[in-house]
């Protein structure tokens, strides 16, 4: 039997970086206040934090991102603020289960 892999998601659109390799996943900030900000630009609430969800590099502008460096790495305080209008229903799955043989 081969073994199963969880490939993380997006929160708001369901991107993986199966799906799409350029793209980087964050996690939510840990810090309570920070953490509202993105919540509130998601259209979430704290009810609907879980500390596994992560939001994809395609919601930040390209200022969040720190310069010199291969990875999007995001800048301190920064808050996702690109998102097209889904309903909450759609973008609160937070794993896309993934099969295949390694």
């Known amino acids: 039997m081969a ?23 964050h996690s939510f900030p840990k810090d309570q206040s920070q953490r509202s900000l993105w919540l509130t630009a998601c259209g979430l609430t704290e009810d609907d934090y879980k500390p596994s969800r992560k939001l994809c590099s395609q ?4 200022d969040c991102f720190k310069t010199g ?3 999007n790495i995001l800048k301190p305080n920064s808050v996702p603020t690109k998102f097209n209008k889904h309903s909450k229903e759609f973008f609160i799955s937070t794993y896309v289960k993934v099969y295949y043989d390694i």
Not at 4 to 24: D, E
């Open 69 to 71: 460096t291969t990875l």
């Open 59 to 62: 919601h930040f502008d390209q």
């Open 3 to 25: 073994p199963k892999k969880c490939t993380s998601a997006c929160v708001f659109c369901l991107t993986s970086q199966s799906k799409n390799p350029s793209i980087s996943l």
